[in-house]
């Protein structure tokens, strides 16, 4: 006889921002109802009857901090049985990259709250959250060594040293700036311009650049090997 089950599925979001402030941060909102109401969690929620993973993600962050992101990659399963007071309930997470000042941030019935905080200075979280959100660091670390990233977080002109920056930001620590600027030269993700910087923040202004959009997104497709 097949013993009687009662697990019950959500999907939770770790949605990751950088700013032009150059830090990563995440979304997260104060929660409203018991378990750890009042306290900070992601956003995520019950998956419903007849309801795809996908459309039940898009759902909550639309419900719980208004704001609808376009693509999200599944994560990871989260499924200890003591995770969630309330029984055996498994959480299926997904996580992106955005740029925050893309969004504006409404609390709706479903949330107090809703903000950005720097991965580096988080609240306690509910549930196994901070386990969620390490482990999307982790994979975002990994991922952008075989996927370009920077297309939607930059602006659509820019110095080769704020896409520097953008990488030295995810993995937390400094580049080597000669090999990477070889290293994209070589996989044609780039275009020069005869433009420069019309306000540097310091020194001589810096050439201009932009994405080879279908060179940009054949790499995202195929995959690439970019030791930093």
């Not at 979304?27 to 993973?53: C, M, Q, S, Y």
């Not at 001589?204 to 497709?221: G, I």
Request: charged share 30%; glycine share 6%.
């Amino acid at each position: 006889m097949v013993p009687r089950q009662d697990i019950r599925l959500c999907v939770d979001a770790v949605v990751f921002g950088y700013t032009a402030e150059k830090s990563i941060s995440v979304l997260l909102i104060k929660r409203t109802i018991e378990p750890f109401i009042h306290d900070w969690a992601l956003p995520g929620g019950f998956v419903l009857n007849g309801e795809t993973l996908e459309d039940a993600v898009t759902r909550e962050l639309l419900t719980e901090a208004g704001v609808h992101i376009n693509y999200l990659e599944q994560l990871y399963t989260f499924g200890r049985p003591e995770r969630d007071p309330r029984g055996r309930i498994i959480s299926i997470a997904y996580f992106g990259l955005v740029n925050p000042t893309n969004f504006k941030l409404a609390a709706s019935s479903d949330a107090e709250d809703a903000r950005w905080f720097d991965i580096k200075h988080l609240p306690a979280l509910a549930f196994d959250h901070g386990e969620i959100v390490a482990t999307a660091v982790k994979r975002l670390r990994n991922k952008i060594r075989y996927e370009p990233i920077g297309f939607e977080l930059l602006d659509k002109k820019f110095p080769i040293s704020d896409l520097e920056k953008l990488y030295e930001t995810v993995l937390d620590r400094p580049i080597d700036r000669r090999n990477f600027q070889k290293k994209m030269n070589h996989f044609g993700i780039l275009m020069g311009h005869n433009e420069k910087q019309k306000h540097p923040s310091a020194g001589r202004p810096a050439k201009l650049y932009s994405f080879n959009e279908e060179r940009y997104f054949q790499l995202k497709q195929e995959g690439i090997m970019f030791e930093i």
